[in-house]
C-alpha cells in the first residue's frame, strides 16, 4: 500500500502585498516633493570672468522690483531695508572672518548695492558680488 501525502509545500510566492507597499510610497513621495516650496530667488546676475573660492555665512539678495532678502539659518526670509543689519549681525555673530554674499540683480541701481555695502563695511564683514559666468 502506498502512502500518500496530502500536504504538499506549494514553491510560489504572491507579490501583491509587495506591490501594494511600493505603490504606497510611490504615492507617499509624490505628495510629499508637492509640498516642498523652493525658496530659491530668481535673479539674472552680473556677468564676470573671476570667480572667488571663499565660501560665505550669509547671503543678501536684492530682486529687480528691489525686494532684501537674508539668509538666516538655512531659510531666506524677506526684510526691510532697515532690518538687514540686524539680521546679518544675527546670522554671523561675533566672527571677525564673516564673508557675506551679496547676490543683486543687474537691474539694481548701483545706490542700493552700495548701501548693502555700507552695512557690511560698518559690521567689519567682508563682502562678496556674487557674478554668473560670462558666456552663459
Known sequence: MALKRRNKVDASF??????????????????????IAPNALKLLLPQSNNQTAAKPMTTV???????????????VERVAFHEIEPALQLAVGDNPEAYV??????????????????????????MILATAPEGR
Open 101 to 126: 554674499s551679496l547676490h543683486a540683480d543687474k537691474s539694481v541701481p548701483i545706490e542700493q548695492v552700495v548701501k548693502v555695502m555700507n552695512i557690511a563695511k560698518r559690521n567689519k564683514y567682508k
Open 14 to 35: 504572491s507579490m501583491s502585498s509587495m506591490t501594494d507597499i511600493v505603490f504606497l510610497l510611490l504615492i507617499f513621495f509624490m505628495v510629499t516633493s508637492t509640498l
Open 61 to 75: 539678495s536684492i530682486t529687480a522690483d528691489l525686494k532684501y532678502f537674508v539668509n538666516t539659518g538655512g531659510e
